[in-house]
T-cell receptor, first 113, second 109 residues
Framework: KAGVTQTPRYLIKTRGQQVTLSCSPI?????VSWYQQTPGQGLQFLFE???????NKGNFPGRFSGRQFSNSRSEMNVSTLELGDSALYLC????????????FGEGSWLTVV | AQRVTQPEKLLSVFKGAPVELKCNYS??????LFWYVQYSRQRLQLLLR??SRESIKGFTADLNKGETSFHLKKPFAQEEDSAMYYC???????????FGGGTRLMVKP
């Protein structure tokens, strides 16, 4: 079956703009989480959604937000982009909210100039 | 607060040599520990988890609660083991992963 799919794979934005990233989980998976990966900070948890509800949130400013739709697809949005938001954004899905293997997508590379 | 530390950013060994990637954690409860691997140009994927107590691709990892460690070991490294390895911890509910900084393993021929 298809893995976690993220779009777009690469994008370049200007400071102050906003960006929306999309994630389609593995079919049947209801939990979707997002991570930011940077050379300096490594992999950091952003938030997790389960059945359209945010269950957990990492230590990121309010400019970072997300949502999950009824078909479990998820989007994350970053407003008022800063240079430091340049990163690989990874989406991960699993069957339910606990105890199961988490599967990662290939990520969306965001460059802010 | 939970934290995962991988003290080595780079580990270089020769093919056939034993390899140990170190991972130490801090967590107040009973964590679940994982090793994830990322091969070149591939997505991050689960290598093993401590509750499974299994060996994957010859790798094993034992949770040592006394030393709060979860080191990854393989007796004989292969060139195809060259990759980035991340140790991760989740809380009891498994709702989020806290990752270490990663160790790049290079296996030389």
């Amino acid at each position: 079956k298809a893995g976690v799919t993220q779009t777009p794979r690469y994008l370049i934005k200007t400071r102050g703009q906003q960006v929306t990233l999309s994630c389609s989980p593995i079919s049947g998976h209801r939990s979707v989480s997002w991570y930011q990966q940077t050379p300096g900070q490594g992999l950091q948890f952003l938030f997790e959604y389960f059945s359209e509800t945010q269950r957990n949130k990492g230590n990121f400013p309010g400019r970072f937000s997300g949502r999950q739709f009824s078909n479990s697809r998820s989007e994350m949005n970053v407003s008022t982009l800063e240079l430091g938001d340049s990163a690989l954004y990874l989406c991960a899905s699993r069957w339910d909210s606990s105890g199961n293997t988490i599967y990662f997508g290939e990520g969306s590379w965001l460059t802010v100039v | 607060a939970q934290r995962v530390t991988q003290p080595e950013k780079l580990l270089s060994v020769f093919k056939g040599a034993p390899v140990e990637l170190k991972c130490n954690y801090s967590y107040s409860g009973s964590p679940e520990l994982f090793w994830y691997v990322q091969y070149s140009r591939q997505r991050l994927q689960l290598l093993l988890r401590h509750i499974s107590r299994e060996s994957i691709k010859g790798f094993t990892a034992d949770l040592n609660k006394g030393e709060t460690s979860f080191h990854l070991k393989k007796p004989f490294a292969q060139e195809e083991d060259s990759a980035m390895y991340y140790c991760a911890l989740s809380d009891n509910a498994g709702n989020m992963l806290t990752f270490g900084g990663g160790t790049r393993l290079m296996v030389k021929p």
